[in-house]
């Protein structure tokens, strides 16, 4: 099959996720009522601390790329609705646990569970939620697709803990941030994408080609977010502005500026990354040091490099809407402001 040349880039328009939106509405219906349904307890604090974050007006990015990948192959069936929840509840699960873990105060604009519940609860509600998505892994029958999600879960919880041991810890490195990003955020970017193709019964290579597709665009996809953290407001991103710096992530606009700064500079880097230097004023300079050094700019050129593999994954298929919508899908996610 003859692949095609598919530019990230087209003047024509801004970029929108409304295109992914369209395509995958009717098949986001029955997701939903999946989550719903599955999100129901007999224990009342469950369905309120899950719906509270559920409900929240996140883009549900990860479920619609398997509805999307689905229509890219045609697929007919409908098993796809569950695993795409099961997707949902696992990336659902994951921002549970990582508000706890950061002590986070926002999230999607609101406040985090954890600051309504505690952290007990929320931690416990994220366990329920994992444990929801495996039942509808089990539900489904394929030992393909449980190895996919359950293997991506775990890649997951390593990259959380690799965060963890990196943070606040000056000589991380641009290679061992990638690692970690390619674990916690794009492993379940690839997991969802690829669980389409194996529905569908697909061959190999277009397995491989969604897994890349949404492997590069879940790399994208997160190197823009650290760099929203030092130039937007908490009402574009639904989060603390700062959240990253008063934290100690070495994200890669961190690792740039520090790399490209002078002594002075390396010392105020120093002591802001060891927790010592997190007022709104060092956030500031934090903010100017960034600039000084491009390091916001190369950080989204190379969120641009990452989203344009995901692009050219999909070059061995046909044009037409579901393809046209995936690539709008990346175009948006380098281009976005929150």
């Known amino acids: 099959m003859s692949a095609d040349i598919i530019p990230l880039h087209d003047r024509r328009s801004d970029p929108s996720l409304d295109p992914m939106l369209a395509l995958t509405a009717q098949g986001m219906n029955a997701v939903n009522s999946v989550i719903l349904g599955r999100m129901q307890s007999e224990i009342p604090l469950i369905p309120a601390l899950a719906g509270h974050l559920i ?3 996140g883009k549900r990015l990860r479920p619609m790329l398997t509805l999307a990948g689905a229509e890219l192959v045609g697929y007919q069936g409908s098993r796809h609705h569950k695993l795409a929840a099961a997707v949902e509840f696992i990336h659902t699960a994951t921002l549970l646990h990582d508000d706890v873990v950061d002590g986070s105060e926002m999230r999607r604009g609101k406040a985090a569970a954890n600051i309504i519940f505690g952290n007990p609860a929320t931690v416990l509600v994220g366990d329920f939620l994992f444990s929801r998505s495996f039942e509808l892994m089990t539900e489904d029958g394929s030992l393909k697709v449980l190895k996919i999600l359950s293997g991506a879960s775990a890649i997951i919880a390593e990259g959380e803990v690799d965060q963890l041991t990196a943070q606040r810890r000056i000589e991380t490195s641009e290679q061992r941030y990638l690692g970690i990003i390619r674990a916690k955020t794009a492993a379940l970017f690839a997991a969802a994408a690829r669980i389409a193709a194996v529905v569908a019964e697909c061959d190999e290579e277009k397995e491989q080609a969604l897994d890349e597709y949404g492997r590069n ?3 994208a996809f997160q190197l823009v977010d650290d760099a929203i953290d030092y130039d937007s ?8 502005r700062g959240d990253d710096f008063r934290e100690g992530k070495m994200t ?7 790399a490209r700064g002078s002594e002075e500079e390396r010392a105020f880097w120093r002591d802001a990354i060891i927790g010592h230097r997190t007022s709104d004023a060092d956030l500031d300079h934090a903010c100017a040091l960034i600039a000084r050094h491009d390091a916001l700019s190369d950080t989204r050129d190379r969120a641009r490099h990452f989203a344009q593999r995901a692009v050219d994954a999909l070059a061995i298929f046909p044009d037409g809407k579901a393809r ?3 690539v709008e899908a990346a175009r948006f996610a380098v281009a976005r402001g929150y």
Do not use: E, F, T
């Open 324 to 326: 046209q919508a995936m």
């Open 252 to 258: 890669l606009p961190v690792i740039l500026a520090y």
């Open 233 to 240: 407001d908490a009402a574009a991103m639904g989060k603390d």
């Open 217 to 219: 665009l879940g790399v």
């Open 55 to 57: 409900s929240g007006g």
